[in-house]
């Protein structure tokens, strides 16, 4: 019988994570909204430091991550939005579902949708700041999924923290914003040394950095985010 509760956890994640997917198809608002706001935010970057492509290309990995840390809350902001709304939060509370389900599937949810907007913001880069991806596709994508994930796990706890909020959407970059300073800057930093190349083997410490932040915080989030919700 032990086999049993892990079995019933993966499939309860499962059918809340194709639920918020097929939401998010369907609509495809929020998808629409994040697009707009990071392709805004690269390009006031790229107006505001003006034609000197050395200093765009130098800080293209600091502007990716700006771009989709700011996307980010307002993904977050809305992932428990159309719970509270509907009230279906408390149907998924009485439901005899691990409460640890709605936590996974909501932040790899989140993780999914910044990872697509990561992939599709590398063309606007290049044609930007001039940049090339030197070591590859592979390193870009594996940094883009580990900062990605370090920002959707606090983010999803803050965020069902910060729903039952009257000022949600100011609570939640106040909350988030400082917790994720180290991940943030070893994202950006790794995503530089994709973008310039690596002569002095530094990515992998940045990676180590990142996937412990990560192991904590999932961890974390994985362990209290029944309190949270029960609160």
């Known amino acids: 019988m032990r086999g049993a509760r892990p079995i019933s956890l993966l499939k309860t994640v499962g059918v809340l994570l194709a639920k918020d997917l097929l939401i998010e198809w369907r609509t495809r608002a929020r998808l629409n909204a994040l697009i707009f706001f990071a392709l805004a935010t690269l390009l006031l970057f790229s107006f505001a430091v003006g034609p000197d492509t050395k200093v765009l290309a130098r800080n293209a990995g600091g502007y990716l991550w700006l771009a989709l840390l700011f996307a980010s809350v307002l993904a977050l902001g809305e992932s428990f939005r159309v719970e509270q709304e509907n009230l279906t939060l408390d149907g998924l509370r009485l439901a005899p579902a691990d409460a640890r389900a709605i936590f996974l599937s909501k932040a790899m949810g989140n993780a999914l949708l910044l990872m697509l907007l990561g992939a599709l913001l590398i063309p606007v880069m290049v044609a930007l700041y001039g940049v090339t991806v030197t070591m590859g596709l592979g390193s870009f ?38 917790l994720i300073i180290p991940a943030l800057l070893a994202a950006a930093k790794a995503t530089s040394l994709v973008l310039q190349g690596d002569p002095m083997n530094q990515l992998g410490s940045w990676y180590g950095l990142l996937i412990g932040f990560n192991l904590i915080y999932w961890g974390l989030g994985f362990l209290l985010f029944p309190r949270v919700i029960e609160d």
Do not use: E, H, K, Q
């Open 141 to 178: 994508a594996a940094t883009v999924t580990l900062g990605c994930m370090a920002i959707s796990a606090p983010g999803t706890v803050y965020s069902a923290i910060a729903s039952n909020a009257r000022a949600r959407d100011v609570l939640l970059p106040l909350l988030l914003f400082p």
